[in-house]
């Protein structure tokens, strides 16, 4: 199977957005690679953007999935630092660092509308939002399963074992997180996804509680601090678009080509 990754949006921004609704424009062109397979995902890379206009964009995304007009889509993006909090009760809660310290280390914060606490993002974090259609298998915790075991796989395959926790969400490596996962869906239509801790600048993290978990519960982690090296950032997209579309007919045989409207929005 190749996996070619489409650079459509390098600096991606509102002014952006606002352009890209126009289907002739290549933000949101859509081109699906090796479409032999049952269920083709078209495989997005928006290089380094800000949290709120990526946001923004997936919503986009999600309303053209919605109509039937796009396939399947998973978008990559690295995010400018940003500490982002979700819809956990209590979640702002876990923010330590002052307004004073956040301009210092040039950190944003962000309130977003998917499930979970607070987490960071950052360049050398990989972040991947899969804009897809669940409604043959209307199952949120399955699905964040599924996410999981594409990472575990993904980082398998570059020599680091890791695995889940119970009760946790996420990949762990012993009491160390790799990557966190975060979803929401609407009609059954899924967006936001996962952050996975690449080369990621790990001494930001200490400005929050990460996704509400105590230190003495666990700690964060990333794939450089492990493994001793830095990773080539477009060989772990390869790999994790890899993962995502071999293990993605299996886990949804038959999606539709228009998902159907259940009334069904949530957050994971």
């Not at 690295?78 to 307004?99: I, K, Q, S």
């Not at 360049?123 to 399955?142: C, E, K």
């Not at 996410?147 to 993904?154: A, K, P, R, S």
């Not at 600048?201 to 200490?206: G, R, S």
Request: hydrophobic share 45%.
């Amino acid at each position: 199977m190749t996996v070619t990754l489409i650079n459509c949006c390098p600096d991606l921004d509102s002014t952006k957005i606002s352009r890209s609704l126009h289907p002739g424009l290549p933000c949101f062109s859509f081109p699906v690679v090796s479409i032999a397979a049952p269920n083709p995902v078209a495989v997005l890379d928006w290089g380094r953007t800000r949290y709120e206009p990526a946001r923004l964009a997936q919503e986009a995304l999600v309303a053209e999935r919605l109509a039937g007009t796009i396939p399947d889509t998973f978008v990559f993006t690295e995010h400018e630092p940003v500490f982002t909090v979700g819809l956990r009760a209590g979640a702002e809660t876990h923010l330590v660092w002052d307004a004073a310290r956040l301009a210092t280390e040039g950190v944003e914060v962000v309130k977003t509308n998917r499930g979970g606490d607070i987490t960071y993002h950052g360049p050398g974090q990989l972040v991947g939002y899969p804009i897809v259609s669940l409604a043959t298998r209307q199952d949120l915790h399955a699905y964040l399963r599924f996410l999981e075991q594409v990472l575990i796989n993904t980082v398998g395959t570059l020599g680091l074992a890791a695995s889940r926790r119970p009760g946790l969400t996420g990949i762990w490596v012993g009491p160390r997180k790799v990557a966190a996962l975060g979803v929401a869906v609407r009609r059954w239509v899924t967006y936001h996804g996962f952050a996975l801790n690449v080369n990621a600048h790990l001494p930001h993290f200490a400005g929050i509680v990460p996704c509400g978990i105590a230190a003495t519960d666990g700690t964060v982690t990333s794939l450089h601090a492990e493994l001793g090296r830095t990773l080539d950032m477009t060989e772990v997209k390869t790999l994790v678009a890899r993962e995502f579309r071999t293990l993605w007919p299996a886990f949804l045989p038959s999606a539709p080509d228009v998902p159907a409207n259940h009334a069904k929005d949530a957050k994971l």
